[in-house]
Every structure is written in structure tokens, then in C-alpha cells.
């Protein structure tokens, strides 16, 4: 049995670059992670909205609605405010942003998908 399969909650990744999008996706779901995607802060607001993610992997720096929109966005409503965020930017302020925004963590890009796998672990 890999890793994530003992889970059946999902994780939401929210990343515009769809080339991006995918690589982490298909690593989150070979480590048997279930995966929603969202291309922007207003779709990953509707999906933890309605699918109840048990973590965000967040992007900052995204059209429609940023990053920095939707964890503040999130952090008003209160079905979707105690699920945990990470963000992953390349932002040269990100860590100062994941700190502001109460996120529990921060991923430089590119992703060091061991790092990636690392924060995961530690929450579940």
C-alpha cells in the first residue's frame, strides 16, 4: 500500500501553470494521495467549499483570484477556514507572505518534490 492511500480525504492543489498542475498531481496521486486541481483562487474557493480538502497547496501568484485572495477569502469562512495551507511560489517574498497569511508552511519553485512529500507527512 503507497503512503496516501490510508486517507480518502483529498488535497486540493491550486497552481495556474497547467504543466505544473499536472507534474504535482500525478506525484501526489502516485504516492496515493486523491487530487483536486484548481487554476485559480475562485475555482479552488468553490471546490473547498463543497469537497472539503484536507489540505490547499496554494500557489500565489495567479489571474482571477491570487493566492493571497483566496487564503484571505478562506480565512472568513468558516466551513473552510481551519483547513491548512501550504504555499508554493516563487514569489522572492513568499516566506514572508506564507507567514502573514497563516499558512503552515512554504515551498520555494520549483517544488523539490521530497520537500513537498516531506510537509505531507508531517501533517498527516
Not at 18 to 33: C, H, I, K, N
Request: proline share 5%; glycine share 4%; aromatic share 6%.
Amino acid at each position: 500500500m503507497r503512503q496516501g492511500e490510508l486517507y480518502s480525504q483529498p488535497i486540493l492543489l491550486v497552481e495556474d501553470d497547467a504543466d505544473s498542475r499536472q507534474m504535482l498531481s500525478t506525484m501526489l496521486e502516485w504516492q496515493g494521495y486523491s487530487v483536486l486541481t484548481a487554476a485559480n483562487g475562485m475555482e479552488a474557493f468553490n471546490i473547498a467549499t463543497t469537497r472539503s480538502p484536507w489540505l490547499i497547496i496554494l500557489d500565489l501568484m495567479m489571474p482571477v483570484m491570487s493566492g493571497e485572495e483566496f487564503r484571505k477569502a478562506q480565512l472568513a469562512n468558516k466551513s473552510i477556514r481551519s483547513i491548512p495551507v501550504l504555499v508554493i511560489s516563487a514569489h522572492h517574498d513568499a516566506p514572508q507572505i506564507a507567514k502573514r497569511l497563516k499558512a503552515e508552511g512554504c515551498i520555494r519553485k520549483p517544488v523539490n518534490f521530497d520537500e513537498l512529500e516531506a510537509f505531507i507527512s508531517q501533517r498527516r
